[in-house]
């Protein structure tokens, strides 16, 4: 070996690694270059710098594949990235997440795809809702990073579901979506190992973790909510959509694409029905009819007096969307009614579903109410009876006490 720079010669390096007792562990060329047999056996170029304070390690490939002179190019463009104030660990990574790029496998490409796949079985309100979480909670920070990269650092997924925390409903919504996503982009190849997003599962608060949304179960909760919303410095929109998710306990993708030609306010009883591509199962024989008690009719008469009578009942102000957001009421029960990890507004579906089980209605017509699935395959085959009468019933015992409730009784 000679002093300084370039020490190793080519005898040298191969005499040391046919040595089984080989010693020095290292063979060092100079400048932070050196070569370093693993316990695989095999010899690696490695080059150890200093960046930002820290002990970095670059690793530059294995020899004979890269022979002396190429060891010593890459240290002298590493050397060459580092006076430049650019890290060759991170820019590296940078190259391989370009590459990745362009080759169709960042999240945002993913996620693109697996929507694709799923839009054919969803209705367009619901298939919008999906594509605006997406945008709204994950693209905006792992859209860009290869899903192959976010495979290897689990947290990076994980605090995007995090930062859901205070909304525990939109948490598990984000995170079932993200696991989707993944899945697909595992079965197509683009990386290997654990679905990222299982973890995540961790961080979400555990009412979410069991499937249970924030809701209110007893008459006075929700009276007091009906009465803070009444209170409330809310837009007219957002109140009366607020109401009919109340008294109808509708779905909110329902609720806010609703349209006019929907309603039928004149019917006996009167009746909102749902055309079964905008709901979120679509694989059943019949739209969805929702019945509307005294109370919520007279108020969507009332709303629509206000309007055309035409298009969609919560039409959107301004932007390009073409109705409200059912964030914009979402926000309301979190935020001006202060009802975070308590109600939300899919929470009157549970609220229902307990009150009216509680006071003896019949499983199925809650069920039915609810859109919900039902019994066995099987047994939906053969009864394909809507329950009318048994949900014209709840719909008016509904009515009746979510007005009394309101009103401050029981």
């Known amino acids: 070996m000679v002093g300084g720079t370039n020490k190793l010669r080519e005898f040298e390096i191969k005499a040391w690694i046919r040595n089984p007792n080989r010693t020095p562990k290292k063979l060092f060329d100079g400048d932070g270059l050196f070569l370093q047999v693993t316990d695989a056996g095999s010899a690696v170029w490695r080059l150890r710098y200093r960046f930002a304070g820290k002990d970095r390690l670059f690793t530059i490939g294995h020899y004979p594949e890269i022979g002396t002179k190429a060891a010593r190019e890459a240290r002298t463009a590493a050397r060459a990235m580092l006076r430049e104030n650019r890290d060759p660990v991170m820019a590296r990574r940078v190259g391989r997440a370009e590459a990745v790029a362009a080759s169709g496998n960042t999240f945002s490409e993913c996620a693109e795809a697996w929507l694709a796949k799923r839009k054919m079985g969803w209705s367009a309100s619901h298939y919008k809702t999906v594509s605006e979480t997406l945008g709204r909670h994950v693209l905006k920070y792992i859209g860009a990073i290869p899903v192959s990269e976010l495979a290897k650092n689990k947290k990076l997924v994980a605090d995007v579901v995090e930062r859901l925390d205070d ?129 919520i009719t007279a108020e969507i008469r009332e709303w629509r007096a206000t309007s055309s009578g035409a298009g969609y009942v919560f039409p959107a102000i301004q932007g390009d969307a073409e109705f409200i957001s059912h964030e914009s009421i979402e926000k309301a029960y979190r935020v001006t009614l202060g009802f975070a990890k308590k109600h939300s507004p899919h929470g009157w579906r549970a609220a229902l579903a307990t009150l009216a089980r509680d006071n003896g209605f019949d499983r199925d017509a809650v069920e039915m109410a609810l859109d919900h699935v039902h019994d066995t395959e099987i047994v939906r085959a053969y009864d394909r009876g809507e329950r009318l009468t048994d949900r014209i019933a709840l719909a008016l015992w509904w009515d009746e006490k979510l007005v009394t409730a309101e009103r401050g009784g029981a």
């Open 167 to 295: 909304r525990p409903d939109t948490a598990r919504k984000t995170r079932q979506i993200l696991e989707g996503v993944f899945r697909l982009a595992a079965a197509q190849g683009k990386y290997e190992g654990d679905n990222p997003a299982d973890a995540a599962r961790e961080v979400i608060s555990r009412r979410a973790l069991k499937g249970r949304r924030a809701a209110l179960v007893t008459w006075p909760e929700l009276g007091d909510l009906l009465r803070k919303a009444k209170a409330a410095n809310l837009s007219r929109a957002v109140y009366v959509a607020h109401r009919l998710v109340a008294f109808t306990a509708a779905r909110m993708g329902n609720i806010v694409s609703a349209e006019w030609k929907e309603f039928d306010l004149d019917s006996n009883p009167p009746r909102w029905v749902i055309p079964r591509r905008k709901m979120k199962m679509k694989d059943r024989w019949h739209d969805h009819v929702v019945i509307l008690g005294p109370t």
